[in-house]
């Protein structure tokens, strides 16, 4: 599995960037590639220790693509992050108030 280099599409208001997260995960390959102004970076996603995540973030007028996973699977949560949200907070305390938020279990 591999993504071609391409650039996010604003498929949501105000999108500013994107954050990736990997979960723990046997596989190898498939580094995220980040290019911007003539620039690359290159992060390896794979991880098999349960204690730690690797995770990148980028603005959504980078070029970024994924290197071919060579074994195992592989699996990411990926955010959009919006700007200009400050509705988010009020809905986080409405939330709060209404004791929907199950604090502390994961």
Same mark, same amino acid.
């Given at each position: 599995? /591999? ?6 599409? #604003? ?27 003539? /620039? ?10 349960? @204690?730690?995540?690797?995770? @990148?973030?980028?603005?959504?007028? @980078? ?8 074994? !195992?699977?592989?699996?990411? #949560? ?11 907070? !009020? ?16």
């Amino acid at each position: 599995v /591999k993504f071609l280099r391409h650039v996010d599409r #604003l498929h949501v208001d105000n999108l500013a960037a994107t954050t990736i997260i990997g979960p723990p995960s046997e596989d190898e390959g498939g580094d995220l590639v980040v290019k911007h102004s003539g /620039k690359s970076s290159s992060f390896n996603m794979s991880n098999a220790n349960p @204690c730690k995540h690797p995770y @990148c973030a980028f603005f959504t007028n @980078c070029t970024h693509e994924v290197k071919e996973v060579t074994s !195992g699977y592989r699996g990411v #949560l990926q955010y959009d992050l919006r700007e200009g949200e400050e509705r988010w907070a !009020g809905d986080f305390q409405e939330s709060q108030d209404r004791s929907s938020i199950n604090a502390g279990s994961h």
